[in-house]
């Protein structure tokens, strides 16, 4: 898909393949196709393609076809309701469709996204996490499953939450996913937390054959709250996915983190070779941080612009 975006040429790019040869050319945006055949991440196509399609001479759609909530890749919910309104920071908007929600192994979700092209991409400042003051979200069956099993992952994550946070209401929706909405059966849960500056962190799990469904609710319930406790404004997944934006932007950018990921350390190793940005990592000199394991993240953006625009 990146290869057809830009008029590109690529090498290797079979399986089995150890290496590949990629040499693009002008990105030129569009309606483009990507089909992973299985249940591999739409939300991964999108990581992918989304610095591409932003410095297109044109705008661009892109239909994505593959798993919509799969394991080892954000589920398309975080993507909508936590990704995007922290990645618009940067000063774009994106439209993202979901037509059909696919689960592995079968795979068959498909979404659409819409974007136009920006000259440049604004630099964000993430650091003042504020109080939380809301959690909310959705746990899903598709296909067979029961629809108890999504009110079972409710009450197990509602309790798990209680203990720790008494203070406000938990409102997270159990869903049966319409039947022309979804390919093959699959269950999972997202819990999200907003906070008074805007902040949003989330848990999420997958239901998996054999798995009861009180142990997924409580798996989502639980990394929503560790996400909460390292005093970040961002939770462990977010941190690595606004690297890349992170470099190409017009500025200085600052985040707070938790431990950082070696996903991030990963992101910034190769945004600092491929886009020659400069980042620092320092530990949070916050009062309120001391005890914590916070990490500020800085990055000298290297102001890419647009040269369509």
């Not at 945004?271 to 916050?286: H, N, R």
């Amino acid at each position: 898909m990146i290869r057809d975006l830009c008029d590109g040429r690529l090498e290797g790019a079979e399986i089995g393949s150890t290496e590949i040869t990629f040499i693009p050319e002008k990105i030129k945006g569009g309606v483009h196709t990507a089909d992973t055949k299985t249940a591999g991440s739409v939300c991964l196509l999108m990581q992918a393609s989304m610095p591409c399609v932003l410095f297109a001479a044109a705008p661009s759609e892109l239909c994505l076809k593959g798993g919509t909530n799969a394991e080892m890749a954000p589920q398309i919910d975080y993507t909508v309701l936590v990704f995007k309104p922290i990645i618009e920071k940067f000063g774009f908007k994106f439209n993202c469709d979901i037509k059909m929600r696919g689960y592995y192994p079968k795979g068959g979700g498909e979404v659409i996204v819409q974007m136009s092209p920006v000259k440049q991409l604004n630099p964000i400042n993430l650091t003042d996490r504020g109080s939380v003051t809301k959690i909310y979200g959705r746990a899903f069956v598709a296909g067979v499953l029961p629809f108890k099993v999504a009110k079972d992952m409710v009450a197990a994550a509602v309790r798990c939450i209680r203990k720790e946070i008494r203070d406000l209401y938990v409102s997270i929706q159990p869903v049966q996913e319409p039947k022309d909405q979804a390919f093959g059966n699959g269950n999972g849960i997202i819990i999200i937390a907003e906070t008074s500056t805007g902040c949003l962190f989330a848990g999420s799990s997958l239901g998996k054959r054999g798995v009861n469904a009180d142990k997924v609710g409580i798996e989502a319930a639980e990394m929503l709250l560790a996400n909460l406790r390292h005093g970040g404004t961002v939770d462990e997944y977010l941190q690595d996915q606004l690297i890349v934006f992170m470099a190409l932007a017009n500025g200085v950018s600052r985040i707070k983190t938790g431990p950082v990921t070696l996903h991030t350390q990963t992101a910034i190793h190769f945004a600092e070779q491929l886009a020659k940005a400069k980042f620092t990592v320092k530990k949070s000199e916050d009062e309120e941080d001391a005890s914590k394991d916070t990490y500020i993240i800085e990055c000298q953006g290297i102001g890419m612009t647009n040269p369509n625009i």
